[in-house]
């Protein structure tokens, strides 16, 4: 009884209660933002012929991987922070906890998160790379196009695999239990949580990256798949049953790309 009523006066355990509602409310907010950028984006992109399939043949320069390159990363920064929200929120408990509620922690905050924001935006730079390389090779192909539900196919295929893989369960383990991150790889003062932010999204990388690669078979301004892959993440980081919620997103992939793959070949 007494654990209990201590359990329930606890500021970071009541704070992780709130978190599932904290993180479902940013998400909501952070998924339509997505969506109203990606369409943003997008018109921007296709008015100056920065496409690579169906839109424009045209020649990309610095000026257009430049943009793609920032495209990538609102459209990461805007899909991934909602996902960050759990470890972010324990991050803050624990240091004001330590601190005996006396000191704000928003400076090592800030930095944990500008630590995990800055892996996916290393990502997105390889990303545009990737997606650099795919109109230099629409350019050089034979019909000027390249078949993009082909490559959507497989991409949705291998995904949907990646989903059942060792790495995909351990990688989800720890993005589902930041308090055993926090107190495993605690490090101090403000560059110690930049770094400790980084680890975390080295972590949240390698379980999501090739889910948000499909964004390069399906069109990376696709808000739809956007808002779908954003809300996937979320939900097998936050909702019980994580792993079987992955496994049942790897399913409907692999479904998915085999009815493109029938429907292209």
Known sequence: MIEASRQANDPIIALLRRDRWIVLGASAALTLFTAAECRRLDDTLMGAGAGWCGASVARWGPADLTMIALMWSVMMIAMMTPTASPMVLAFAGLERHRYGGTRAPW????????GYLMVWIGFSLLAALAEWGLHAATMRSASGTL??????????????AFQFSPLKAACLRHCRTPVGFLLAEWREGTRGALV????????????????????????????????????????????PGGLWLARGAGVALILAG????ARTW
């Open 107 to 114: 400076a090592t905050t800030g930095a944990f998160l500008s």
């Open 147 to 160: 078949p993009r539900p082909a490559l959507a196919a497989v991409l949705m295929l291998t995904a949907g």
């Open 196 to 239: 400790m932010g980084g680890r975390h999204g080295l972590y949240c990388v390698a379980c999501c990256w090739l889910l948000m690669l499909v964004l390069l078979g399906v069109g990376a301004m696709n808000a739809a798949w956007c808002a779908g892959l954003a809300a996937l993440v979320l939900a097998e980081r936050i909702l």
């Open 258 to 261: 085999a009815a493109v793959a």
